[in-house]
């Protein structure tokens, strides 16, 4: 009896252990469960942050520093620094002779003024797609703009000053794009 005593008292350790081992090794399920108990309060905390405070942290920028490398490689004449009312200057660049101005309408659509200097048609092909099409004329604030299709979905007014093209290129409305060539023409 005592050799039976003994046998089933390290049978029981045996087992204890191999319990203890087993719930010390950490399954893959354990640490979704204990990540998902993390996640949810912070997921929950930004979805009624942005629900109730709404999301205003478009970054906005000067475009002073692009008009002012434009202006120093006389690419005239320049968009004035203006923006339609409740709309945003969200990207300003000027690189490699051309000026890139991005802004955000009110209804949070972007627009885009180009403006460089060289060939017109080959300019306007290169930002427009070799797909855009010319659909006619019109005046604003007393320059005349040629109406252009642009990606699918965009329309575009490019006016061409001498050898300067400047190109108003988004996904709104015509009325939008003569907002912003109102605007920035002064």
Known sequence: ???????????????????EA????RRPRDMA?????????????L???RFLYGDSTTATV???VAL???ARASMSPLPQGQVPPDWKVVSAAYRDGVLRLG?????DKGVQLVQGRGDAAAF????????????GAMEVAGADWQRWTGRPGESALVRTTGDVTMIVVGPVGESDLVKLVTAVQG
Do not use: N
């Open 1 to 19: 009896m005592t050799t039976s005593a003994a046998t089933d008292s390290s049978q029981d350790e045996a087992a204890q252990t191999a319990a």
């Open 22 to 25: 087993a719930k010390r090794v």
């Open 33 to 45: 469960l204990s990540l998902a108990v993390l996640f949810v309060p912070i997921l929950l905390v």
């Open 47 to 49: 979805g009624v942050g």
């Open 62 to 64: 000067d475009p002073a």
């Open 68 to 70: 002012f490398g434009a």
């Open 103 to 107: 802004y955000l309408t009110d209804a």
């Open 124 to 135: 306007v092909r290169a930002e427009l797609t070799a797909s855009a099409k010319q659909q």
